[in-house]
């Protein structure tokens, strides 16, 4: 990772301020995304692409990861977003509120759009790449839904959230669940490959996590923290910012407060840490035949087993972040398999790795993230979407995605029909098995010879 990396990005963002004007999935009843994009200046010469000469540039799909960079996500009150409700006993007197953990503002604000060209943010929390594809099989070519030609996604993380009770029960099923999640992505990139859409596929980052040498996340012991940032929202609460009207109100000095946060945040300069200027901290773990991480072992129960079931429900951003990982490390393989087909059509299929930007600076373990770029274990606050938000919008004007589209010397191709060379036929999850039964019976100290 860079050194500087995070000190230059924080100082980087320096975009005008505001809440994003085209935002919202519409839904698949409707399919209607009207008033979510900026008119076009004349006629498409493309039927498929009919944002072709708009100033709408970017069609982004997602999860909460994106979503929670809007001040005001979908399908939540302002009022009580920002509204001073939550306690910590670490700040008496001190209150919280939800919004000021996560992104406050806009994509635009993050990816540094200008009054040239814009993004339609479709992120919604909770979707995972199923819902994802279901959203783009029923709603792609119908006659009121109208997107970018270039549209970039983020997917994966609810694949694991959801489905993190099975796993953490049956961990050699993990492969499965990427699998799948591997599949509705492929199907994805298919159908807006066949409605001629150029595509970045945006990686991931880890979340809070489980570290081999720090142990369990916990504020009161030096790492990271267990549920939100309080931290980290304190010292933005110091700077004056208590919602995200106050946030753009700070529009030009904001890049200046979130990197006097980050140092407030870790008690050094950005520059120190990447320097390696702190040490590493050991905490011992209860290594007591009973107990692990503080939960109790039953009687005749296979002990690893409780320590793996302990350490993801004390910290259960270990498992998304290494299936995530896992799944980063397959991108590669999907571009390089697929893009000459998008290529031949004079479309674009890119990836871009973000992963490195977000690992802990301390630690160095790639499932272990910066906890400063944090709002609660696994999504952003303002700091993380910067660093975020510099990687993909260098990556997006790199492709030139960001310029008015531009007259075609020739008519573009029709559609294409073909599959685009995807692959769907991944082993999925089955149905728990007898023997994983059995196997469960005598782990779980139930069954015994």
């Known amino acids: 990772m860079n050194k500087y990396i995070l000190f230059v990005l924080i100082f980087s963002a320096n975009s005008v301020l505001f809440s994003q004007p085209f935002a919202n999935i519409p839904d698949t009843q409707t399919c209607d995304t009207n008033f979510t994009f900026s008119p076009s200046t004349q006629l498409s010469p493309d039927p498929e692409n009919p944002l072709y000469y708009s100033k709408t540039r970017v069609t982004f799909y997602g999860d909460s990861r994106i979503d929670l960079a809007n001040a005001v996500p979908l399908g939540y009150n302002p009022a009580l977003y920002y ?251 999907i571009q390089a398999r697929r893009q000459p087909y998008f290529q031949t059509q004079g479309l674009m299929l890119e990836y871009l790795r973000i992963w490195e930007a977000f690992i802990n600076p301390v630690t160095y373990e790639p499932w272990v993230v910066n906890d400063a770029l944090m709002g609660d274990i696994v999504h952003p606050n303002a700091i993380g979407l910067s660093v975020w938000g510099n990687q993909v919008a260098s990556k997006i004007k790199n492709m030139g995605w960001h310029l008015p589209g531009i007259a075609p010397v020739t008519p573009p191709t029709p559609p294409p029909t073909d599959s685009g060379g995807e692959i769907i036929d991944r082993p999925e999850p089955k149905p728990i098995s007898d023997l994983e039964l059995l196997i469960l019976c005598f782990w779980f100290g139930f069954c015994h010879l």
């Open 83 to 333: 509204a001073p409700l939550i306690q910590s006993a670490d700040y008496p007197g001190r209150s919280f509120s939800m919004g000021l953990f996560y992104g406050m503002s806009s994509l635009d604000f993050y990816l540094g759009t200008d009054p040239s060209w814009n993004i339609q943010n479709f992120g919604h929390g909770g979707d995972s790449s199923l819902e994802m594809f279901s959203h783009l099989k029923q709603c792609l070519g119908r006659p009121n839904y109208f997107i970018a030609p270039n549209v970039a996604f983020e997917i994966g993380g609810n694949d694991y959230l959801q489905n993190m009770l099975m796993i953490m029960l049956l961990p050699w099923n993990a492969e499965a669940y990427m699998n799948r999640a591997l599949n509705h992505i492929e199907r994805s990139i298919t159908l807006l490959y066949q409605k001629r859409k150029n595509v970045l596929i945006v990686g991931n980052y880890p979340a809070v996590s489980w570290s081999a040498l720090l142990g369990l996340p916990d504020e009161h012991k030096g790492f990271a923290f267990k549920t939100l940032n309080f931290k980290y929202q304190y010292n933005i609460q110091m700077h004056s910012i208590t919602d995200h009207i106050s946030f753009a109100n700070k529009q030009t000095s904001i890049p200046e407060i979130l990197n006097e946060v980050l140092r407030e945040y870790n008690g050094f300069s950005m520059l120190e840490l990447m320097s390696n200027a702190t040490n590493g901290i050991s905490f011992n773990v209860s290594s007591a035949d009973t107990t692990c991480y503080g939960v109790h072992i039953p009687q005749n129960a296979f002990a690893p087993y409780f320590c793996w079931l302990a350490a993801n429900l004390l910290a259960p951003g270990t498992l998304p972040s290494h299936l995530m990982l896992r799944q980063e490390l397959k991108y590669p393989e």
